[in-house]
């Protein structure tokens, strides 16, 4: 008996992470990339369809178990089913191309319901760990591999030992390198996008080197370092500043009296004036030629087709993106009071988007479909044009929800999973700082899918600990 409970156990486990692997399958890609004349590209329109594959295979598992509890719903996640929903019907009866939002809105979901296989099952709190590692694991592979396909540029490692940092970003900027050009058939990470990667892995890295054992400290250390450094040389803003609030989160949950938290309070303070000295005053001041290339306007972000089709729904309104200005709006504290030109660029369109439509919005990609490509840059206001007022409220709830449970989790000293927590805390804060000027978690993207997990792993450990405590 306890082989058979073994090997059950093994397969659960298998299954979780396989069809976890197909969700990250869909990782940089999008349908329309299906072309039978190009196998590069007939490649990556396949990998398109995993996660919609493992949406599927997860309800189909999921109706063969006759122990699902309907408490799963009762839940954060079960907020953000209803949240899905509603998009779906937006996404169906509004969208102006209703296939395409609803592929993205199932792609969506199939993160859902992945989870949702996972914790019906009788040890979802060791797959779930399994599962968040699994993504620690992804995410250091992608942070190291960027930084090494950004060393095989031509012209970096020259322009690495002039000692010239202060031109820009130099992930994006380096030598005349464009990160967003295609690599491979797919499109490349702009700074922001490394700097996500290297803000969770540095956070990581940091709650690993305070919990783990000697042995291993030293191998956190330096990759923390590593990490670190990546996350310096990304220059993204969002990212830097998201890290900073996760750093003083780890070490105020490890304080043990009020003069460390103090300390630690005062530290942050500090790295955040850096930061902001580092990012902003340097190279506006110190390099006055810069100024002619800061430019107040819309994040640049590459629309899911050379060419987005005019949307069927009116939307005459919303102004047509203008394009950047090399002239305007070149104070210092412009692209810190205007988050790099969002809130008077992409913002006020999606707004006036969502302004049409406000009780169930437009459908998932909303923003791409509706705003010539663009990407909403909000994560409430990217609910907001998708789902509505009514789709957004759960969303808002849900993350508040966790937050409650997270804190109410960490605030139980006998709790052995306490280190665990703490991390998860860590890149939880991340995400929230990265959702003001990124979408996190509203739609179908590497955010949703490294955060997702934590949420999943915070509800199942509260309502484990509350039905313990019942009995």
Not at 181 to 206: F, S
């Amino acid at each position: 008996m306890k082989i058979f409970d073994y090997q059950k156990l093994k397969w659960g486990l298998i299954i979780s992470l396989i069809l976890w692997l197909m969700l990250w399958a869909g990782y940089n890609t999008y349908p329309q990339k299906l072309d039978f004349s190009n196998l590069l590209n007939l490649f990556h329109g396949i990998r398109a369809f995993f996660p919609i594959l493992a949406a599927f295979l997860a309800l189909i598992l999921l109706m063969k178990r006759r122990s699902f509890s309907k408490q799963i719903f009762r839940s954060p996640l079960g907020l953000l089913v209803l949240y899905t929903l509603i998009g779906i019907i937006s996404s169906i009866f509004l969208s102006s191309r209703p296939l395409l939002a609803l592929y993205w809105a199932i792609s969506y979901f199939s993160v859902l319901a992945v989870l949702f296989l996972i914790l019906a099952d009788s040890n979802s709190i060791s797959s779930l760990f399994s599962l968040i590692n699994l993504n620690w694991i992804i995410v250091f592979s992608i942070t190291i591999g960027l930084f090494v396909l950004f060393l095989f540029q031509p012209g970096v490692i020259s322009f690495l030992f002039s000692g010239n940092f202060l031109s820009g970003r130099p992930f994006e900027s380096l030598a005349g390198v464009l990160a967003e050009k295609e690599i491979l058939g797919m499109v490349g990470t702009r700074p922001t996008g490394l700097g996500r990667y290297a803000g969770v892995a540095a956070l990581v890295a940091l709650a690993k080197l305070l919990s783990e054992k000697r042995k291993l400290k030293l191998n956190w250390f330096f990759l923390f370092l590593f990490s670190y450094f990546l996350l310096i040389f990304s220059q993204a803003r969002t990212a830097i500043s998201a890290f900073i609030f996760g750093f003083f989160i780890i070490f105020l949950l490890k304080s043990e009296s009020k003069i460390s938290i103090f300390g630690w309070s005062f530290f942050t303070l500090f790295q955040l004036v850096l930061a902001g000295f580092l990012l902003f005053y340097i190279p506006l001041f110190y390099t006055p030629h810069l100024l002619e290339k800061v430019a107040i306007s819309e994040p640049r972000i590459v629309a899911l087709e050379p060419s987005a089709p005019t949307p069927s729904v009116p939307i005459s309104s919303v102004p047509t993106p203008k394009p950047s200005s090399t002239k305007e709006m070149v104070a210092p504290l412009s692209i810190l009071t205007t988050l790099s030109g969002r809130t008077i660029g992409v913002w006020p369109q999606a707004l006036k988007l969502f302004l049409k439509s406000p009780l169930i919005g437009w459908g998932f990609q909303a923003d791409r479909i509706f705003l010539a490509g663009q990407h909403a840059h909000n994560a409430i206001l990217h609910a907001l044009i998708q789902t509505g007022i009514i789709g957004t409220i759960p969303f808002i709830i849900a993350f508040i929800w966790a937050w409650i449970i997270l804190f109410k989790l960490l605030k139980n000293p006998s709790l052995t999973e306490k280190p665990f927590l703490i991390e998860i805390a860590a890149i939880f804060a991340f995400f929230t700082i990265r959702a003001i000027t990124e979408s996190t978690g509203a739609f179908f993207g590497v955010d949703w899918i490294l955060l997702a997990p934590l949420i999943a792993y915070i509800q199942y450990l509260w309502f484990q600990k509350s039905n313990q405590l019942k009995s």
